[in-house]
């Protein structure tokens, strides 16, 4: 049984001063849940990278899930899936899992001496499905860069729903439609390099997995039961390489997002990148599939759409998608200030739209908001609430200490003043002398409106990450 540490008589530093107005008081220590998870009888990292809302038959529960690094008795690290679910009060749900904790590791496999080695796994994505069970989405990856889209799915409890994969599990290296579904011992000979960042999970139960393999886009299609659906592209798998590239080399792509519209055609934002003359340059990608994987001509008679109207979003880019009327949002760092956000909406035509921010960008400048310096700072997830307000979440600080940051746009990319001001900004202290380095790396709508964010909080000296959830009304 795992040892869980609730971190208590929370001191929350909120820099807005009137922010305590919005804090849900109801949820955890005065709107916040720090909670430390033991491994190996020594505390583990959790790294936080998506929250759900899961509906189960006792009500709504919130999961937060991501990587758990855990320091093994060899004095190795081993990075495992974890999940932590809790009730809408905060506190974690005994019922699920240990103690309201799932971590599971998917294998271990011996390098070429023979040594045994660990896989290091991480949920990139988490979906609730509608039966109360749980999809887990992510990648494990070996030595060597070798990697493979990794799922699991839970049964409403956490334990693993054996009737989906093998055992529960898939580990899908992204080979041939012959290559298998879940191995063990050494990588499959000539595997590459996987990177998850976007699933979702369609209305007929299949299953959309997508993001880099080996420098391109790859969505591949699994059935219900975790099987490559062989229907979709080719194999089950589309792959996707930039051919645009004034680079001998040749470019690498990322993935962002993806979305499946109503007529089962499917949107994909990414970027490409490629060194010109030793300098880095990239632009976005937007493509569009129909919905048996195939390229289509929507955004572009080559099939996708270029952008680069904006060199320093996308330089400094770590959010993009598409809005509910096409339009590109694009979340990243100010290359004039590092701690800066900068938000960028491109209008269907390829233009920057104007009727956002200031000329189709917006600046958030938390060091003016907060009053407290800031040298540096990331966005690190976004979402849109029921209004068509953009709500970003991430972190800022100076030195050696960070703080978790969120802000709420209007539709026209104004901070979103009402109820109270839109940009918070919150150290999660023990005490006033204890110095902690914080992030919001996750953002999701409760089923009341709330917002509630998860992410993480490590305290000086301690080798440590606490997964940290905080509760907001409807506002901040």
Known sequence: MRAVHFIQNLVLLFLIPFLAACVDSNFGDNGMALTEVDAYGQPARLYARDAV????????????????LEHLPTNLYDGNFYMLRYEMNGQLDSTFGDSGVVTTNFATYQ????SPRWTNESIQRVKALDDGRLL????????GMSGAVGMIRYEEDGTIDTSFGLSGMIMDPLGDANSPLYFEGPFPEGNR????????????????????VSGDLFVARYHANGYRDHSFATGGLFEFAFEGSNDPNGSF?????????????????????????????????VLRLTADGELTQQYGPEGYFVWNGDQEVIDQLRVAFLDAESRLLLIGRDSGNDADFRIVRVAPDGNLDPSFGTNGVARIDFESLTGYIATHGNPLDATLDAQGRLIIVGFSGAGTEKYAVGVRLTEAGQIDQSPHNGA????????????????????????????????SSESAGRNAESSMVMSFLNGW
């Open 111 to 114: 390098d070429s001496f023979g």
């Open 424 to 455: 918070l900004a919150i150290f999660a202290k023990k005490s006033a002398s204890d110095s902690r380095n914080d992030a919001a790396r996750a953002v999701e709508i409760g089923p009341s409106q709330q917002i509630f964010v998860s992410g």
């Open 53 to 68: 809302v899961q509906y189960t038959a006792e009500g709504a529960k919130l999961v937060t899930a991501g990587r758990s």
């Open 136 to 143: 887990a989405v992510g990648t494990v990856t070996a030595v």
């Open 253 to 285: 792509e990322d993935l962002f997002s993806l979305e499946v519209r109503q007529s089962g055609q499917i949107d994909l934002v990414g970027r490409t990148g490629s060194y010109v003359s030793g300098s880095y340059h990239g632009q976005m990608l």
């Open 193 to 212: 390099y996987v990177d998850v960042s976007a699933a979702e999970v369609m209305d007929d139960g299949k299953i959309l997995v997508a993001g880099q």
